[in-house]
């Protein structure tokens, strides 16, 4: 697909749609069970085609890019799907939870397991950044509403590009990001009707400094207050 034929998709798929109507008041994303594992390559094509989906910009239009996310589970795992249009892809940090991770292009997505709704980043609450250089930087709450950056997750994830890293020469389209999360990281039993907190956001390094949007508009971004909610379906 080239550059025009990608834009024209993702600009109609976002003009369709009403999860970017800011005049929303409850922000829910349903996930549809598998009973098949997915296989984290960061290729959607064995995705079902019929799935509840986000379609994000800036709100503040400093970033150009349009992210889609969707979701499905399976017994063992939480799967999250991110596709991102973005013309010029950048990402620098290839080591694990380096404090400047968070200004590559990148994904992040934020879980409020037990969907307490706290103002405070509770042991409950999980975070991932996931840059296209295929590292992370992730951390979990504490007791104490502290973020704990030694904690380590053990979600898999694939990245796959659209374009050359790093190459500012050229025109890129975008990136996918794929990711499995256990069910026994997550601490919850999956059913149908399980609701958790869900927060989900877009980095984007075109050479401008930090440009980054998330779904509810949270600030900072550790807030499960605000929240939307992830149901899950069957």
Not at 135 to 140: A, F, N, P, V
Not at 167 to 196: C, F, N
Request: hydrophobic share 40%; glycine share 8%.
């Amino acid at each position: 697909m080239n550059r025009y034929m990608w834009i024209v998709l993702i600009l109609g798929l976002v003009a369709s749609c009403a999860e970017i109507d800011d005049v929303a008041q409850e922000k829910s994303l349903s996930s549809m069970y598998v009973s098949r594992p997915v296989q984290i390559d960061g290729n959607l094509q064995e995705w079902p085609a019929q799935l509840d989906t986000l379609y994000l910009t800036d709100r503040e239009n400093l970033s150009d890019n349009v992210m889609i996310v969707k979701s499905v589970w399976s017994l063992a795992n939480l799967y999250l799907a991110f596709q991102v249009s973005d013309f010029d892809l950048r990402a620098y940090q290839t080591e694990l939870d380096h404090k400047k991770l968070f200004l590559d292009d990148m994904v992040e997505f934020l879980l409020d397991t037990q969907m307490d709704r706290s103002e405070k980043w509770l042991a409950d609450d999980i975070i991932y950044h996931i840059n296209l250089q295929g590292q992370k930087k992730d951390d979990r709450g504490t007791a104490l509403g502290e973020s704990d950056p030694s904690w380590h997750g053990g979600a898999v994830y694939g990245v796959s590009l659209q374009g050359t890293l790093n190459d500012t020469t050229d025109s890129d389209q975008g990136y996918v990001v794929e990711v499995a999360v256990p069910w026994t990281e997550i601490g919850r039993k999956p059913k149908a009707g399980l609701e958790m907190g869900l927060n989900v956001a877009c980095g984007d390094n075109d050479g401008k400094g930090r440009m980054l949007f998330d779904w509810v508009n949270a600030w900072p971004t550790r807030s499960p207050d605000v929240f939307g909610t992830l149901v899950l379906e069957r």
